[in-house]
């Protein structure tokens, strides 16, 4: 079996066997660990999960609508058949609609319809997160830049997470910072996440930053080496405890399961030029074994 699964199913037994019962916002509790750190070597394995199924090309069309295209127009995800960000999408009148859990004056939490209004210059888009950020602070060019001219620099640092644009944000970032070291012939990459939706969000999380570290490399003349992944709020839904329970199932019963390889165009050495369509040309997951996909539910 593939090293990810075994790390992944790891990680969510932990949380089963120890973790605790919260209340949040999104009106689903869920079970939580406060953190946890992860280690991948890309030179050994690419992480892909297969004791269930990634839709690939949602993961790598959200990671280039952010670092490349630098957007936050969810219509952009949408052209390309990539529907994950649509229930946060701010409407035509500038207003974002969810439920979910506030505390009352007495500070306990309610189930409360929220209407957030925006600037209607946001519509269709999830605010002043992700893409914009990366636009605001030219943060892609940041990277590619300093590790050309600078690579044993030690601040290769960018944050998602500026404290001046987080109020017109419909969610601000979960993973929010990166940190960029280059070491001999490889470049390795710093992952910090403040909040982890596990059956969700992680597997989705990890392939796309181990798929962006592969980028940057390429268009840098380096290689992809390790990422260190550090978790603050690891959790599973309640709603989502039984698949995970499948999961480790399939798990168990099906060892012979091989990791996939990631396929890049050699040809191309500027980032702006991999190809960001539904195809994806010049990105490619190579031998994808899965056993199948597995349902969980979003919790706004």
């Known amino acids: 079996m593939a090293k990810w699964d075994k790390e992944y199913i790891k990680l969510c037994k932990k949380i089963l066997e120890e973790g605790t019962l919260v209340q949040n916002r999104t009106g689903t509790d869920s079970i939580k660990i406060p953190g946890y750190f992860l ?13 269930k199924k990634l839709y690939f090309k949602n993961a790598i069309t959200e990671i280039l609508w952010i670092y490349q295209a630098k ?45 957030k209004k925006f600037d209607k210059k946001y519509a269709n888009t999830i605010g ?27 601040r290769i640092v960018i944050s998602l997470w500026q404290d001046k644009y987080l109020e017109t944000a419909v969610l601000p970032s979960c993973v929010w910072s990166t940190e960029w070291d280059v070491t001999g012939e490889y470049i390795n990459l710093f992952v910090h996440q403040r909040s982890c939706d596990v ?3 992680l597997p989705f999380n990890v392939t796309q930053y181990a798929t962006f570290l592969s980028l940057i490399a390429q268009v840098t003349n380096y290689k992809p080496g390790k990422i260190y992944w550090s978790i603050k709020d690891a959790h599973i839904y309640v709603n989502q405890v039984e698949g995970i329970k499948e999961q480790i199932k399939r798990y168990e019963t099906n060892p012979d399961i ?8 050699k040809e191309i050495k ?5 190809d960001n369509s539904r195809e994806l040309k010049d990105i490619k997951i190579k031998n994808y074994e899965s056993l199948g996909p597995i349902k969980f539910e979003i919790s706004q």
Not at 106 to 111: F, I, P, R, S, T
Not at 258 to 265: F, G, I, R, S, V
Not at 270 to 274: L, S
């Open 39 to 51: 280690e991948f070597d890309l030179q050994k394995e690419f992480p892909v999960l297969t004791t």
């Open 71 to 115: 957007s936050n127009d969810v219509r952009w995800l949408k052209e390309r058949g990539n529907h994950i960000w649509d229930e946060w999408e701010i409407d035509d009148d500038g207003i974002w609609h969810a439920t979910q859990m506030l505390p009352n004056k007495e500070g306990v939490l309610e189930k409360v319809k929220v209407e």
């Open 128 to 154: 002043t997160a992700y893409g914009y950020i990366v636009n605001k602070y030219n943060l892609t060019d940041k990277i590619i830049n300093t590790i050309k001219t600078n690579p044993r620099d030690r």
């Open 199 to 201: 059956p969700l969000g």
């Open 258 to 265: 091989k990791a996939p390889t990631l396929w890049l165009n």
């Open 270 to 274: 500027d980032f702006y030029k991999f």
